[in-house]
């Protein structure tokens, strides 16, 4: 069983930058893929960033050019640097280990991320 914490959320104003971490316990963590996403109040969860195994990475046009995805596949560790924050970036963020084959896919409990002065 893998189990995935996320850590890093918090209160910061407008334009400012958090870094969040996700450790992943367990041994398959560096020969899959990780991705964050964030479900706002009221709206549907989607997808922020993704990173692949290899180290190929994707992000939702909405965070291009403000955040940044990487992995320490020493660490077990996904990270999500996110700069240049709006109030719209408010929501809670969720890690996600997964693979293109569908036979893995585990969630973090969350981490909220709140964008306000």
């Known amino acids: 069983q893998v189990q995935l914490v996320e850590s890093g959320g918090g209160l910061v104003q407008p334009g400012g930058s958090l870094r969040l971490s996700c450790a992943a316990s367990?041994?398959?963590?560096?020969?899959?893929?990780m991705g964050w996403y964030r479900q706002a109040p009221g709206k549907q969860r989607e997808s922020v960033a993704s990173i692949s195994s290899s180290g190929n990475t994707n992000y939702a046009d909405s965070v291009k050019g403000r955040f940044t995805i990487s992995r320490d596949n020493a660490k077990n560790t996904v990270y999500l640097q996110m700069s240049s924050l709006k109030p719209e970036d408010t929501a809670v963020y969720y890690c996600?280990?997964?693979?293109?084959?569908?036979?893995?896919?585990?969630w973090g409990q969350g981490t909220q991320v709140t964008v306000s002065s």
């Open positions: 367990g041994s398959i963590f560096s020969r899959n893929n």
């Open positions: 996600n280990l997964f693979s293109f084959r569908g036979n893995v896919n585990y």
